[in-house]
């Protein structure tokens, strides 16, 4: 079955109808798209595909434009895994990496590792982001209120924490304030 849904396309196995039916309901109300752009300041333009794929508890994104859910798991899951994947799009999409402030940042730590999976530095700042932007569309769509804690749980299980404990700490202040611009706010608060 496929819904299209303006920002979203919908690929899913039959059986799954009802629940994309459901989420469809919910996205069209809850646009991580939407939210992810008013909280980064970062655009996005044309469709993203999600499809079904058997992950149990986890979600993928692919470049430039797919997303994969197990669509076993509860609507609310599967909003919040969309918004986690859609935050790593996002990014990319806007070249947050290629900006000079940004790239002067990673070439300055380009020998970080970190500790246990060897992530790169880039790519803990940009899950430490993907972390924060999922845990705030989960506040602002009434999933589950917004925790250090759990934030803290989540990037310590992706091995970003010694990055993203440093994003945490300034996150609140940033999310609440008016002034979006969420590259130029990374490159301040990790230079």
């Known amino acids: 079955m496929m819904l299209n849904m303006n920002t979203w396309v919908l690929k899913i196995p039959f059986k799954y109808q009802k629940k994309a039916s459901s989420l469809k309901r919910f996205l069209d109300i809850c646009n991580p798209i939407a939210i992810l752009g008013d909280l980064t300041g970062l655009k996005w333009r044309g469709p993203?595909?999600?499809?079904?794929?058997?992950?149990?508890?986890?979600?993928?994104?692919?470049?430039?434009?797919?997303?994969?859910?197990?669509?076993?798991?509860?609507?609310?899951?599967?909003?919040?895994?969309?918004?986690?994947?859609?935050?790593?799009l996002l990014l990319r999409k806007n070249n947050w990496s290629s900006r000079r402030d940004i790239k002067k940042l990673i070439n300055q730590n380009r020998d970080y590792l970190s500790p246990w999976l060897e992530n790169s530095f880039e790519y803990s700042i940009e899950q430490s982001l993907a972390v924060l932007l999922?845990?705030?569309?989960?506040?602002?769509?009434?999933?589950?209120?917004?925790?250090?804690?759990?934030?803290?749980?989540?990037?310590?299980?992706?091995d970003v924490w010694k990055v993203g404990e440093k994003l945490l700490g300034v996150w609140p202040s940033y999310s609440k304030s008016r002034y979006k611009n969420i590259v130029g706010w990374v490159a301040r608060v990790l230079s």
Do not use: C
């Not at 993928?60 to 509860?74: A, G, H, L, T, W």
């Not at 999922?134 to 749980?153: D, H, M, N, P, V």
């Open 48 to 88: 993203i595909k999600i499809s079904h794929k058997n992950l149990k508890w986890s979600a993928e994104f692919q470049e430039p434009n797919k997303i994969y859910v197990d669509f076993r798991k509860p609507v609310e899951y599967l909003a919040l895994s969309i918004a986690h994947e859609s935050a790593h």
């Open 134 to 158: 999922q845990l705030t569309y989960e506040e602002k769509t009434g999933i589950s209120r917004f925790s250090k804690k759990r934030a803290r749980e989540l990037m310590k299980s992706m």
